[in-house]
């Protein structure tokens, strides 16, 4: 049961659209500004035993302006209710798109989210806006597995998150399993914030970069999840870079580079990480591609080391395995790539496998 409905008018302004989703501290809908004519985010807590909280953090992330952050546009006191507007970013987040597409992100990519996360963060920490939760959930990917840009969101709930991420004070593994905030949280918090959350401080935010990269880039969190990481999070010890991520030459050596970034992120003493104003600088060093990303299936392969793409609006592509940065891949395959220029046929680079698209349960007799 959500808490509005469709066309529920909130503010004299803005008018629900649809139910989009939901998190461990908010409900989130599309609605119309009446006022301007525009399709905005609506938020608005589950609970409102957080008014003075939600109310602060609204004004703090007000002052982000980049465009690798979600703008706040507007906060709303009503019938005892507080509602957050936020720019509408059309696409998924980066949960979703880990979760429902991708084992991981070739190195290309991940370079490019790891830059533009650092420059959203550094708006923020110039702004002495700390965010305190940062996971994929709450970063957004424009238009969707094109990956038209990265933005950072939930700034506007940091703050209520810190009451039930606080959980993990004192080791309360009951309390903490019963939190999704929490439990979500946790593979990406920071050593000192296990130890007591009101030491997230920015250095805080930047070890969640390298805990969220180092996801993208291998397809596991570092440190593991539940309540059992809180050990390795505290030990601080980065893993190793999994082999099979270096096998390949066109890949291997970004890939190193990305994981020395890491490594100075995930580094214990907070003041021995790089700022976010110097992880830009860092990532500024990385050689990668911005070119769009679409979605094919492979098709006709004469050899088995190369073959063609097919998808919609456009003539095959032609690719090699070696293009693919983990394994391979084989007819029938759906696969996620850019292309580049070719003769005679366009060329795709880097090739990503996407994970089986399942289809729905039927249910049973």
């Known amino acids: 049961m959500t808490i509005h409905s469709p066309q529920d008018l909130i503010g004299n302004r803005y008018e629900i659209i649809e139910y989009i989703s939901e998190g461990g501290m908010q409900e989130v809908y599309a609605a119309t500004d009446t006022l301007l004519s525009r399709t905005v985010a609506l938020k608005t807590p589950k609970t409102n035993s957080a008014r003075k909280r939600f109310h602060r953090s609204a004004a703090t992330s007000a002052s982000i302006n980049h465009s690798n952050v979600a703008k706040t546009l507007d906060y709303i006191e009503e019938n005892g209710r ?81 009451v039930e991420l606080a959980v993990v004070d004192g080791g309360d593994e009951e309390a903490l399993t019963q939190s999704a905030t929490a439990l979500g949280a946790l593979p990406y918090m920071a050593p000192e914030m296990i130890d007591s959350f009101t030491n997230a401080t920015r250095s805080a935010d930047v070890w969640s970069i390298g805990a969220l990269a180092f996801e993208l880039l291998t397809g596991t969190k570092p440190f593991g999840t539940g309540y059992r990481a809180v050990p390795a999070i505290q030990a601080a010890i980065t893993p190793p870079l999994p082999p099979e991520l270096l096998s390949k030459p066109q890949f291997a050596e970004l890939t190193r580079n990305i994981y020395a970034i890491i490594q100075q992120c995930l580094l214990k003493d907070p003041t021995a990480r790089p700022t976010a104003d110097q992880l830009i600088r860092l990532c500024e060093d990385l050689c990668y591609s911005v070119k769009e990303r679409r979605i094919g299936v492979v098709g006709h392969m004469p050899y088995q080391t190369n073959g063609f793409i097919g998808s919609s609006g456009g003539q095959d592509v032609f690719f090699h395995n070696d293009s693919v940065p983990v394994g391979r891949v084989s007819s029938g395959d759906r696969v996620w790539f850019s292309t580049f220029p070719g003769v005679p046929r366009e060329r795709a680079f880097p090739v990503v496998p996407l994970k089986t698209v399942r289809p729905p349960r039927r249910p049973s007799n």
């Open 82 to 162: 507080y509602y957050l507007i936020e720019e509408l970013i059309e696409g998924l987040d980066l949960g979703q798109a880990l979760r429902d597409h991708l084992h991981r992100l070739d190195p290309y990519l991940c370079a490019h989210v790891l830059h533009h996360l650092a420059k959203g963060l550094a708006a923020s920490h110039h702004a002495n806006v700390v965010h305190r939760d940062l996971k994929p959930s709450n970063i957004m990917i424009a238009g969707g597995m094109s990956f038209h840009g990265v933005k950072i969101t939930d700034f506007g709930i940091a703050k209520m998150a810190e």
